[in-house]
């Protein structure tokens, strides 16, 4: 994004500005008597980051699929509630369309759903949701109930680290959300995809896409694995329902579809990364 760009989108108002600050504000209260400091958040997210890539495999058939998503990662991290959190962009090797975060800013998306999307605003709309799983402290809510739960009161070490995170990812525990937090999570993912200069129309015609798209049953241990930890289908509200929040949001917003000054793609377009995913993987899209 060029500098007179970014300059232009730093200057819009929040259109629910009044919302999302009664939001930040109740996490920022919450979060100075919660069992888990933003350190301790780091510290569970390298852990996760860890065990979870045991799990399934990274992307690694050409360096440049990972640098892109980090690069669009970034460019919406500046417009989140927690700029200032180091975030991790990560390209899990499965044909799966799914994506997922964990606390302390590590965000992971499938070579299936890059090969699905149709442009970069619609990858964009789904990291931008992610982004507000962990701008909210979602993942992080959850461990705090857990420990209260398992009567541990506070993390100390890496030992009690480590027994945290291997049980949350046995049970689910961070890496799935209530509906009330998916929806929060669409809200703010609409924000920060339309501030970091994507049309924000485009995770409309991403949920339509979601809507033709039945989970099938895993085949391998990888799908079984993403299949429990993703979060697309698992636990969020009706897809119709949805595309008709977020389309009131967006026009409330008064962002129109061809907006000149909004992006459907990224300056590398999305198609470019897809054909190095095809030549890695020898796989195709579902589009």
Same mark, same amino acid.
């Given at each position: 994004?060029?500098g007179?760009?970014r ?8 259109a ?32 996760? #980051?860890?065990q979870l890539l ?6 690694t058939?050409?360096?440049s ?13 500046p417009?989140? #509630?927690?700029?200032?959190?180091a975030? #991790?962009?990560?390209?899990v ?37 992610? =982004? ?5 402290r979602?993942?992080?809510r959850?461990l705090?109930?857990?420990?209260i ?7 100390v070490?890496?030992?009690? =680290? ?10 689910g525990?961070?890496?799935t ?6 929806r929060e999570?669409?809200s ?19 949920f339509?896409?979601? #809507? ?18 993703g ?5 969020h ?6 595309i008709?929040?977020?389309s ?8 129109g ?13 999305l ?6 995913i095809?030549?890695?993987t020898g ?5």
């Amino acid at each position: 994004m060029s500098g007179t760009t970014r300059a232009w989108d730093m200057k819009r108002p929040f259109a629910l500005l009044p919302v999302l600050a009664t939001l930040v504000a109740c996490a920022s209260l919450e979060r100075e008597s919660w069992l888990i400091s933003e350190e301790d958040e780091v510290a569970l997210g390298e852990e996760f #980051h860890r065990q979870l890539l045991k799990e399934m495999p990274e992307f690694t058939g050409d360096a440049s699929v990972q640098a892109w998503l980090s690069d669009l990662g970034q460019s919406i991290v500046p417009y989140s #509630h927690r700029p200032g959190l180091a975030y #991790h962009f990560t390209v899990v090797d499965a044909p799966e369309v799914n994506a997922f975060a964990v606390p302390g800013g590590y965000v992971y998306v499938t070579t299936g759903l890059l090969m699905t999307a149709r442009d970069g605003a619609e990858v964009a709309g789904v990291l931008a949701h992610e =982004i507000g799983h962990i701008a909210a402290r979602h993942g992080v809510r959850a461990l705090e109930t857990m420990m209260i739960a398992q009567g541990i009161g506070s993390l100390v070490g890496d030992e009690t =680290i480590s027994e945290v995170v291997t049980t949350a990812i046995q049970i689910g525990t961070g890496l799935t959300f209530s509906q009330d937090q998916e929806r929060e999570a669409d809200s703010l993912g609409t924000q920060y995809a339309w501030r970091a200069g994507y049309n924000p129309w485009a995770i409309v015609r991403f949920f339509n896409l979601l #809507h033709t798209l039945e989970p099938s049953e895993p085949e391998d241990p990888v799908s079984k694995v993403l299949s429990e930890l993703g979060e697309l289908f698992s636990t969020h509200p009706p897809t119709t329902e949805r595309i008709e929040n977020v389309s009131r949001q967006i026009r409330e917003m008064g962002v129109g579809e061809d907006d000149p000054s909004l992006r459907w793609d990224t300056p590398r377009p999305l198609s470019e990364v897809q054909s190095l995913i095809a030549a890695a993987t020898g796989r195709g899209g579902t589009r």
